[in-house]
T-cell receptor, first 112, second 114 residues
Framework: GENVEQHPSTLSVQEGDSAVIKCTYS??????FPWYKQELGKRPQLIID?????GEKKDQRIAVTLNKTAKHFSLHITETQPEDSAVYFCAALNTGFQKLVFGTGTRLLVSP | NAGVTQTPKFQVLKTGQSMTLQCAQDMNHEYMSWYRQDPGMGLRLIHYSVGAGITDQGEVPNGYNVSRSTTEDFPLRLLSAAPSQTSVYFC?????????????FGQGTRLTVV
């Protein structure tokens, strides 16, 4: 089955810096890659997703890149703000097998 | 719009007790799933369903049962609670029957087994 590895487990940056979180997946047939943000004590919420027919997607300060050959995808946050502090999860889905598998999460801390 | 509603929010069980975690969604989503969240281990899939009457196992199904008699409801049953099942449980739903669209999560159930 699918296995998703996520790094780093914790990331501390200064406000205004960029943050990058990386994930690798094992199933070459996976075709949907969402990213979720979970604030302390809250439920995970989708922030951006990408499908396997696209190499990059941007939404304001966040972007996701996908390298199908290397089977890895990354989340990029620019001009970080304290409210970006949260746990971020990547995930991968093979829509044929219908199991959305998550990485272990990255705790991002943005210091003012 | 309620979205995905889970009950209860907190629960303490004794080892060996059984209970049902409730999950209901009002978005007419076909795909529903249950995850458990443990520190350092992310969200692990327990069971999922692609429509009423259809369920399947995820990564960590042992000790849990599910059923899907209606589109709206997807309860998770713990058959005989064990301390290893202490966790935060999330129910999620999405529009696509294959799961390839945004998953909406419930607010979570924090379960402690003593």
């Amino acid at each position: 089955g699918e296995n998703v590895e996520q790094h780093p487990s914790t990331l501390s940056v200064q406000e205004g810096d960029s943050a990058v979180i990386k994930c690798t997946y094992s199933d070459s047939a996976s075709n949907y890659f969402p990213w979720y943000k979970q604030e302390l004590g809250k439920r995970p919420q989708l922030i951006i997703d990408i499908r396997s027919n696209v190499g990059e997607k941007k939404d304001q300060r966040i972007a996701v890149t996908l390298n199908k050959t290397a089977k890895h995808f990354s989340l990029h946050i620019t001009e970080t703000q304290p409210e970006d502090s949260a746990v971020y999860f990547c995930a991968a889905l093979n829509t044929g097998f219908q199991k959305l598998v998550f990485g272990t999460g990255t705790r991002l801390l943005v210091s003012p | 719009n309620a979205g995905v509603t889970q009950t209860p929010k907190f629960q303490v069980l004794k080892t060996g007790q059984s209970m049902t975690l409730q999950c209901a969604q009002d978005m007419n989503h076909e795909y529903m799933s249950w995850y458990r969240q443990d520190p350092g281990m992310g969200l692990r899939l327990i069971h999922y369903s692609v429509g009423a009457g259809i369920t399947d196992q995820g990564e960590v199904p042992n000790g849990y049962n599910v059923s899907r008699s209606t589109t709206e409801d997807f309860p998770l049953r713990l058959l005989s609670a064990a301390p290893s099942q202490t966790s935060v449980y999330f129910c999620a739903s999405s529009y696509s029957p294959t799961g390839g669209t945004e998953a909406f999560f419930g607010q979570g159930t924090r379960l402690t087994v003593v």
